[in-house]
T-cell receptor, first 113, second 114 residues
């Protein structure tokens, strides 16, 4: 059964810092991995999707990497801003659990101004 | 382009009562998902539809939860009877195709069972 773990569970940083969020998964037979952002009381917004054949994806200040063989992904946020404060969720698609997203519990990020 | 719509946004009920949630996916999206997100956890897939057929309902508590997607568009998720542990946010998502496509999420329905 696919299991996804995110570390740290919570993170508080001053504005302007670069930061890294970590995600690990137990079954490397995945189709892709996605990073989502969730704001309080709102749904999930997809930030980046990395196909299993890719190593990384970039969007603005965000960069996500994937090491499928070791079952790890990182989300790098450059020059953090207070507006980045949210919960960041990692989800893997595929593996021996079938074709569905399996989510981690998320990292709660707070960027202080 | 309109996003995924859900209603109601909030619902408070007593245990053993019934409740229903509604979802309207993005136009043209054949695949629809219902997730349950308990406070402090990531979303867990309850059921996945491809058009109006069920693809995966392995994690749906079928003794109390039911879902349908008539005509392959809108969907409803029902809980009857509700238990305290059903308190959660119920998220609906849709994608153009199954498996590898990006899923787009609605705002969710926050359910509190007292």
């Amino acid at each position: 059964k696919q299991e996804v773990t995110q570390i740290p569970a919570a993170l508080s940083v001053p504005e302007g810092e670069n930061l890294v969020l970590n995600c690990s998964f137990t079954d490397s037979a995945i189709y892709n991995l996605q990073w989502f952002r969730q704001d309080p009381g709102k749904g999930l917004t997809s930030l980046l999707l990395i196909q299993s054949s890719q190593r990384e994806q970039t969007s603005g200040r965000l960069n996500a990497s994937l090491d499928k063989s070791s079952g790890r992904s990182t989300l790098y946020i450059a020059a953090s801003q207070p507006g980045d404060s949210a919960t960041y969720l990692c989800a893997v698609n595929g593996g021996r659990d079938g074709n569905k997203l399996v989510f981690g519990a998320g990292t709660i990020l707070r960027v202080k101004s | 382009e309109a996003g995924v719509a859900q209603s109601p946004r909030y619902k408070i009920i007593e245990k053993r009562q019934s409740v229903a949630f509604w979802c309207n996916p993005i136009s043209g999206h054949a695949t629809l998902y219902w997730y349950q997100q308990i406070l402090g956890q990531g979303p867990k897939l309850l059921i996945q539809f491809q058009n109006n057929g069920v693809v995966d309902d392995s994690q749906l508590p079928k003794d109390r939860f039911s879902a349908e997607r008539l005509k392959g568009v809108d969907s409803t998720l029902k809980i009857q009877p509700a238990k305290l542990e059903d308190s959660a946010v119920y998220l609906c998502a849709s994608s153009f195709g199954p498996v590898k496509g990006t899923q787009y999420f609605g705002p969710g329905t926050r359910l509190l069972v007292l």
